[in-house]
């Protein structure tokens, strides 16, 4: 099993411009997250989603979209880069609420 | 404001020594709680969990977790140098983390 992958690894935007965040788990996980990490902080959700078709925001929901067609894919959407989403952006999926398997994030610098 | 608050440290012991991080909580309603670790440039990974109160004991892990006082700790013991790295404190009521607290251990 490849766990929970993600793409790309690095990414500079220019302001404005948009882009996904791609996400796919091969564990047959439910629940599937996106956080995102700014340096030396913890962990933010952004948003989350308990299966195909059911998506719910987190605590920073504001400037992305998400969208759940399969159990194994949540790609995260930019629409409008800004430079306050520099940051690492992880994916992860659960069967449940509790134990979380991380990707490998995504390093987003917009300039 | 729901908040999970951490020592942002760093926090140094010498190897061998019992290293001790500390977590508190503001949302009366969170149930489950959880330590993650996370080396510099990785990704977060899970290395406790709890639930009740009391301790839950794993390997050199000893999570602590007291709901009157909404306060969570990590003990780890005999602290080796691969153990240097933050950890993460999460509880999911809403999947709120703390800023995590940086642990150096010196051989």
Same mark, same amino acid.
């Given at each position: 099993n490849a766990g929970v992958t993600q793409t790309p690894k690095f990414r500079i935007l220019k302001i404005g411009q948009s882009m996904t965040l791609q996400c796919t788990q091969d564990?047959?996980?439910n629940y599937m997250y996106w956080y995102r990490q700014d340096p030396g902080m913890g962990l933010k959700l952004i948003y989350y989603s308990v299966g195909a078709g059911i998506t719910d925001k987190g605590e920073v929901p504001n400037g992305y979209n998400v969208s759940r067609s399969t159990t194994e894919d949540f790609p995260l959407r930019l629409e409008l880069a800004a430079p306050s989403q520099t940051s690492v952006y992880f994916c992860a999926s659960g069967l449940d609420h509790n134990e979380q398997f991380f990707g490998p994030g995504t390093r987003l610098t917009v300039l | 404001q729901k908040e999970v608050e951490q020592n942002s440290g760093p926090l140094s012991v010498p190897e061998g020594a019992i290293a001790s991080l500390n977590c508190t909580y503001?949302?009366?309603? !969170? +149930?489950s709680f959880f330590w993650y670790r996370q080396y510099s440039g990785k990704s977060p990974e899970l290395i406790m969990s709890i639930y009740s109160n009391g301790d839950k004991e794993d390997g050199r892990f000893t999570a602590q977790l007291n709901k009157a006082s909404q306060y969570v700790s990590l003990l780890i013991r005999d !602290? +080796?140098?691969?153990?240097?790295a933050t950890y993460l404190c999460a509880a999911y009521n809403d999947m709120r983390f703390g800023a995590g607290t940086r642990l150096t251990v010196k051989p």
């Open positions: 564990m047959n996980h | 503001s949302d009366r309603g !969170s +149930q !602290s +080796q140098p691969s153990d240097s």
